[in-house]
C-alpha cells in the first residue's frame, strides 16, 4: 500500500494536479510521501532522507549562505519524519549515507548533545573520505562495507 500511494502522490506533484483537477504544488504531500516511507515494511528511512535532501537543495537559494538542510522547510520534514522514526535510527542512517551535513542537521533536532555529534562529524569531514566511509561503517558495524573501504585506503 505504501508503495502505491507513494506512486500516485508523486505522479499528481510531477503532473501539477489530482484526479480532480485540483492543482498541487511539487511539495504538496512531501509530509505523507515521507510517512510511506517510514512506514513502508522494512522503513525506507534512507530514501525519505534522500527525498528531504533533495528538496532543500531544489527550494534553496543559491544566494544563501547556509545549508539547504537548516531551512525551515527541511527542518520541519526532518521533524515529522522523526515523530514516525527514531532520532538515533535517523542519525545513524544519514551517517550511514556518508552526508554529513544530512546527519547534523537531523543530529540538531534532536536531543542529542551537540558536544557528542558535532566533534564526530567534524572529524569525519576532516578525513579523507574512504578513511571516514570507513570510520562510519564500523560505528554502525557494516563490516563488510567497512572492509572495502579499508582496502580502498591504498
Do not use: W
Not at 535517523?90 to 555529534?117: C, E, H, I, W
Amino acid at each position: 500500500i505504501c508503495v502505491k500511494m507513494r506512486e500516485v502522490m508523486m505522479r499528481f506533484e510531477s503532473d501539477g494536479k489530482t484526479l480532480s483537477g485540483r492543482e498541487v504544488s511539487d511539495d504538496h504531500f512531501l509530509l505523507p510521501i515521507l510517512s510511506t516511507f517510514a512506514k513502508q515494511n522494512p522503513p525506507k528511512l534512507e530514501e525519505a532522507l534522500s527525498m528531504i535532501r533533495e528538496n532543500a537543495i531544489a527550494k534553496s537559494s543559491a544566494r544563501s549562505k547556509k545549508s539547504p538542510l537548516l531551512g525551515d522547510r527541511a527542518q520541519s520534514s526532518i521533524q515529522y519524519l522523526a515523530f514516525l522514526a527514531d532520532y538515533p535510527l535517523l542519525f545513524d542512517t544519514a551517517l550511514g549515507m556518508y552526508d554529513f551535513d544530512l546527519a547534523r542537521a537531523v543530529a540538531r533536532n534532536s536531543q542529542m548533545d551537540p558536544k557528542v555529534y558535532l566533534p564526530l562529524l567534524k572529524r569525519l569531514r576532516s578525513l579523507p573520505e574512504s578513511t571516514a566511509k570507513y570510520e562510519v561503517d564500523i560505528r554502525l558495524e557494516r563490516f563488510e562495507s567497512a572492509l572495502t573501504h579499508l582496502a580502498s585506503f591504498t
